[in-house]
């Protein structure tokens, strides 16, 4: 729970904060500890905007929590302590409060004789990745973690810039496809309408092509809000289904990995994740089988979750994982197989992954390349091509009057 707070620190000075705590007698002995004198103490009651998020927890972004990682590791490298590096960083961020508190909290639980893995599992402001907790945990035990921390942090960075590069690669797509249904809701709502004014004066019967124009400017015209309602609530329900039901996301996913060019953009992303964060665990010392588990939670596609989470249990039952994946079909490339099966066969499993997720983000950056040089030209047909089609129909009886007259 999140206490709201307000009194004097041990330097005289007043205070206004949150801190994080089981229950008021814990945030009283908490504030008691940190010298702070508080004059009023109270739970953070959420608003009805925080229910209807779901969740009152900050889900932090690969870059902040790869900064954090990067700075953290640096910090335990000079031989500073983990209470002492957490309340460094949180000065950092004054100004953001979840980021503080978080801070502050997994400060207080080490300093309660927590490690570093049980204070990110009980703090309850911020959302973590199972996978950068685990890796946490199994470091610590093995006296890597600044190590572990700086990979968490690489692999964190490279993920947001891949997530940069593809929305900035789609953006230019979305944009047209934007202004071209705005373009021709403007043709059908004012233009087509101004000119079907002078087609009334006509005593000639209109091409096909006119008169489905026309129905079309009159029917957006008559029915645009129901129009716009309707487009509005299509984009809930899906959100909504995507989110609570597995079996409608399912589908989707599915459908996704079949469309030609994007499909493969998808799967190869999906496996470069799954090849990074695995090498990652393996060498952090964590089981092979749990390594599995835990590389495919961070996938997110869940056709491909579910084949990893089933090779998982292959693998539990004695058969090895390159195994496991060619029986679950022709999805998973046979080269990614076949390679994981090569590292099993020589013990390099963690460098075979290693290399796999180099060579699936590579290619995936050609795909996506080939995919916008592909994008482009039949966007600008696609836009050209509805807008020529209304121009004509509308200039089409004209000429007909023309070649008549």
Known sequence: MIF????????????????????????????????????????????????????????????????????????????????????????????????????????????????????????????????????????????????????????????????????????????????????????????????????????????????????????????????????????????????YSPSFRYIIHSIVLKIPLFGQIVLRSELGRFAYIGSLLIRSGVPFVQTIKMSSNILSNSVLQGIFFDAAKKVVEGKRLSSALSESGTLIDPAFIQAIALGEETSEVELVLINLSELNFTENKDKIALLLSLLEPILMLFVGGIIGFIVAAMLLPVFSMSIGG
């Open 4 to 243: 709201t707070y307000r009194g004097i620190d041990s330097s005289g000075d007043k205070v206004d904060n949150e801190i994080e705590a089981s229950s008021l007698e814990e945030a009283k002995e908490r504030l008691k500890a940190q010298g702070i004198l508080y004059e009023v103490i109270e739970e953070n009651i959420p608003s009805l905007f925080d229910h209807t998020l779901f969740s009152r927890k900050y889900t932090i972004s690969a870059k902040e929590l790869s900064n954090l990682s990067r700075e953290l590791a640096i910090y335990i490298r000079s031989g500073i302590s983990l209470v002492n590096a957490l309340q460094v960083m949180g000065k950092h961020y004054e100004h953001h409060n979840k980021m503080h508190l978080f801070l502050q909290a997994v400060a207080t639980h080490l300093d309660e004789g927590k490690n570093l893995y049980t204070a990110l599992t009980t703090q309850n402001v911020v959302v973590l990745p199972e996978f950068y907790k685990h890796s946490i945990k199994v470091s610590e035990s093995s006296g890597i973690l600044d190590d572990v921390l700086l990979e968490l942090a690489r692999f964190l960075t490279e993920q947001d810039r891949i997530s940069k590069e593809v929305r900035r690669a789609f953006s230019y797509p979305t944009f047209m496809i934007a202004i071209s249904l705005l373009m021709v809701g403007f043709m059908l709502a004012f233009i087509v309408p101004q000119i079907t004014a002078i087609f009334t004066h006509m005593d000639q019967e209109l091409p096909a092509v006119t008169r489905f124009v026309i129905s079309a400017g009159e029917f957006f015209n008559n029915n645009y809000i129901l129009i716009l309602s309707s487009i509005l609530l299509i984009i809930v329900t899906f959100s909504t289904l995507m989110h």
